[in-house]
């Protein structure tokens, strides 16, 4: 059964910084990429970044470029999403995936991309 759980969401001041944790289990970990999505309230489900199994490739949207970094460590199954300069619109729940496929695509940014996900951890900015 595969499990994905997230971690190290709060509430932070803007211009503060959290990390995100993730960590994965029942699937082949370092034969997955990974995604991180978030979704504010009235808003839909948008991809953050997408990291690939090596971590040779890292993807991020525009909107966090410079400020968020996405890692992993395969020994420990887990993948992080640093989040440096946070901003009041970075507010929402932030989700991990995982995809079947090793690999960050132009579809990295889909839903229907990644087969697991995680029950989401909160990230509140205040102004």
């Known amino acids: 059964q595969v499990q994905v759980v997230e971690s190290g969401g709060g509430l932070v001041q803007a211009g503060g910084s959290l990390r995100l944790s993730c960590t994965a289990s029942?699937?082949?970990?370092?034969?997955?990429?990974m995604g991180w999505f978030r979704q504010a309230p009235g808003k839909e489900r948008e991809g953050v970044s997408c990291?690939?199994?090596?971590?040779?490739?890292?993807l991020y949207i525009d909107s966090v470029k410079g400020r968020f970094t996405v890692s992993r460590d395969n020994t420990q199954n887990t993948v992080y999403l640093q989040m440096n300069s946070l901003k009041p619109e970075d507010t929402a729940m932030y989700y991990c995936a995982a995809t079947t496929r090793t690999y960050c695509s132009a579809s990295w940014r889909n839903v229907w991309y990644y087969r697991d996900w995680g029950q989401g951890t909160q990230v509140t900015v205040s102004s």
């Open positions: 029942g699937l082949r970990f370092d034969d997955s990429a």
């Open positions: 990291i690939s199994r090596s971590a040779d490739t890292t």
